[in-house]
T-cell receptor
Framework: EDQVTQSPEALRLQEGESSSLNCSYT??????LFWYRQDPGKGPEFLFTLYSAGEEKEKERLKATLTKKESFLHITAPKPEDSATYLCAVRGNYGQNFVFGPGTRLSVLP | ETGVTQTPRHLVMGMTNKKSLKCEQHLGHNAMYWYKQSAKKPLELMFVYNFKEQTENNSVPSRFSPECPNSSHLFLHLHTLQPEDSALYLCASSHLKVDTGELFFGEGSRLTVL
C-alpha cells in the first residue's frame, strides 16, 4: 500500500530563517511526487512535480528535491506570505489515486 | 472563467436532508475527482471519473452518490448524512494523457452536518 508521511507536523520560523520540510514515501513504482500549498479554507495549489531521484525544481524561495525514499521542500529566507500548509503526494504505477500526506503547517513570523 | 469551480462554498444540512455539491472545470481535463479533507487527516480519495466513467470508488458509503454527466462537470449527491461527514469536500481535475498528471483543485465545499 502506498504511504506518505510528513514532518514536522508544524513549523514556526522567523522571517528570513531558512528550513526544510520532509516527505517520506513508500510506493509501488513512482509515477510522480507532488508538492502542494494549501491556505486556510482553500483548495491545494500545485507547486511541483518530481519524477526521479536526483531531480530538483525551484520556484521563488522554494526548492524541492527527491531521493528514492523521500523528498525535501527547502524554504530559503521565508516571508510571512509563505505561511500555509504544505502537502506532499505520490502517484504509483497502479490505479489513479494520488496518496497524500498529512501536511506540514508552516508559520512564518515577521 | 478558468480553473476548477465548486459550489456551494459552504453548506449546512440536517441528517435527513438531500443536497448536492457541484464542480465544473474549464481546463480541458478528462479526469475528475472527489476528495474529502477532515481536520488533522490526509486528503482521502472518494471517487474518480475518467471520460465520464467512474473508475474508482474508494469504499465510500452509499449516502454519497457521484454523478459525472460530461468531462467538465461533476456532482456529489448527499443523502442522510452523519455528523462525522462534516468536512471540506474538494473537487479536482487532471489530464489523463499527459503523464505529469498533476491535480488541479477547486476551493472546496465546506459541509456541516447537524
Amino acid at each position: 500500500e502506498d504511504q506518505v508521511t510528513q514532518s514536522p507536523e508544524a513549523l514556526r520560523l522567523q522571517e528570513g530563517e531558512s528550513s526544510s520540510l520532509n516527505c517520506s514515501y513508500t510506493v509501488s513504482g513512482l509515477r510522480g511526487l507532488f508538492w502542494y500549498r494549501q491556505d486556510p479554507g482553500k483548495g491545494p495549489e500545485f507547486l511541483f512535480t518530481l519524477y526521479s531521484a536526483g531531480e530538483e525544481k525551484e520556484k521563488e524561495r522554494l526548492k524541492a528535491t527527491l531521493t528514492k525514499k523521500e523528498s525535501f521542500l527547502h524554504i530559503t529566507a521565508p516571508k510571512p506570505e509563505d505561511s500555509a500548509t504544505y502537502l506532499c503526494a505520490v502517484r504509483g504505477n497502479y490505479g489513479q489515486n494520488f496518496v497524500f500526506g498529512p501536511g506540514t503547517r508552516l508559520s512564518v513570523l515577521p | 472563467e478558468t480553473g476548477v469551480t465548486q459550489t456551494p462554498r459552504h453548506l449546512v444540512m440536517g441528517m435527513t436532508n438531500k443536497k448536492s455539491l457541484k464542480c465544473e472545470q474549464h481546463l480541458g481535463h478528462n479526469a475528475m475527482y472527489w476528495y474529502k479533507q477532515s481536520a488533522k487527516k490526509p486528503l482521502e480519495l472518494m471517487f474518480v471519473y475518467n471520460f465520464k466513467e467512474q473508475t474508482e470508488n474508494n469504499s465510500v458509503p452509499s449516502r454519497f452518490s457521484p454523478e459525472c454527466p460530461n468531462s467538465s462537470h461533476l456532482f456529489l449527491h448527499l443523502h442522510t448524512l452523519q455528523p462525522e461527514d462534516s468536512a471540506l469536500y474538494l473537487c479536482a481535475s487532471s489530464h489523463l494523457k499527459v503523464d505529469t498528471g498533476e491535480l488541479f483543485f477547486g476551493e472546496g465545499s465546506r459541509l456541516t452536518v447537524l
